[in-house]
Every structure is written in C-alpha cells, then in structure tokens.
C-alpha cells in the first residue's frame, strides 16, 4: 500500500533520514520504534508530504507522492494524528471531529461516521459540547485519532499514541487501535512504548539516527535481545 525507497531527507545540514526505506501492506499495522531523534517523526512528515526528501521516492497505492502536497496527499486517504494531539482547544469536542472531515466530498456519509467515532470512543459521545482544551490528556488523545478518522482515512498515521498517558489508558487506546484496524484502516505506528507498540503490530522497524537497523515480524522483534535491552528494559 504505502513504500519508502531509499529516502534521504534533511533539516538543513542535518541528515535525518539515511537510505531509509520501509513497506506497509495494506490492512497491516506496522509499527516504527526507536529513541528520540532517531527519525520516526520525520518519517511520518516525508509521508504526509510536510517534508521532501533530497533523494527517494513514496509511493502510496502505486503512485509517487514524493511530490505532492499536503492536501493532495490528505485528499488521497493519508492522514495523521500528530504528537502531542494537537487538537483545537478552543473548539468543541464536536467541532474538534468538524473540521477532520472538512475536507471530504461525500458529505452525506459524515453523520454515519460521528456515529462511528462515538462508537469507539464514548467518552467523546458523552462530551460533545465540552471545549476540548479542558478534556484530560487521554480524552484529547482519544479526540485526536477520532478526528483523524474522521478524514476517512486508507492509511492511518499515529505519531505517540501513548506519550504522557497512564498505563490503563495507554491499554484502553491500544486496544481502539486494534479495532479500527480490524475495520480495515491501515496504521502506521509510530511509538516509543515498544511492548505496548510491538503487542498490536504485525510487523516492525528499529530506527537508529535516520537509518532502519532491524526489520521483522513484530512478535520476532519483540524476542530480540538487543530490542529487549533497548526497549524493553531487558524483559
């Protein structure tokens, strides 16, 4: 569904991502582990089109995207709920799941997928009317992939699901993640909580300083010793 080929991308003189390339088959979750400042983030913006690579190439359903831009590649059925959440805090829970669908043609089929989003999530149907920026942070992580949803997305892009969130409620968005995958969306994982990460993925990625450094079936990488010391506290 979605390749990366040999993609070099920067930050200026800063060499982010080195000859790094990945495959998603579509329905999979594939999750993408690593350290802080190891590239996830930025391979999440080289798909999402809010960074060109200097050297690779993206395809999405057999089309090169390398070039496209954001909207074009939003409008083709990828779509990010980025770290931190970033949800409009002075917006309505409701607005909030709005403006995700903003950019969609089929119009008539958005009421259906309210139904939908408040059927995995809710809490979010119980606070509709409630100003977003006073939802607790496992609230807003929740409205935050709703809204992505809402996008009606082929391909779904979580960047730090989990990131500040109590145990229970990292378990409580893990298990929704499966779910929504069960409906057919693609995922993209993107997770520094690498059991949580490696129990829902079918396959992953280890990234080091902008390069893949390990690749395989998520349960064969999750029985890795260098995994395990790294990501696992040796467990």
Do not use: C, W
């Not at 798909?47 to 050297?55: A, E, M, N, R, V």
């Amino acid at each position: 569904m979605l390749k990366l080929e040999s993609v070099n991308a920067y930050y200026g003189y800063i060499h982010a991502l080195k000859d790094f390339s990945i495959e998603i088959p579509q329905g999979s979750i594939v999750s993408l582990l690593g350290a802080n400042g190891a590239g996830k983030t930025t391979a999440l913006k080289v798909i999402s089109g809010l960074l060109k690579p200097k050297t690779g190439k993206v395809l999405f359903e057999d089309k090169y995207i390398t070039s496209y831009a954001v909207e074009e590649i939003v409008a083709r059925g990828i779509v990010q709920a980025p770290e931190g959440r970033q949800i409009f805090p002075e917006f309505t829970v409701y607005e909030n799941l709005k403006a995700g669908a903003y950019s969609r043609k089929d119009k008539k089929n958005i009421s259906s997928d309210f139904d939908m989003v408040y059927e995995y999530f809710p809490v979010l149907s119980q606070r509709k009317e409630q100003i977003a920026g006073t939802l607790s942070g496992g609230e807003q992580q929740m409205l935050a992939i709703a809204r992505a949803l809402m996008a009606k997305p082929k391909l779904l892009l979580l960047d730090e699901p989990s990131l500040g969130l109590a145990p229970l409620i990292v378990k409580e968005i893990f298990e929704i993640v499966k779910t929504i995958n069960k409906v057919g969306i693609t995922i993209l994982l993107v997770e520094q909580n690498a059991y949580q990460a490696l129990s829902v993925a079918d396959y992953a990625y280890v990234l080091e300083t902008g390069r893949v450094t390990l690749e395989g079936e998520a349960k064969t990488i999750r029985d890795d010793e260098r995994v395990k010391m790294a990501y696992l506290g040796g467990h």
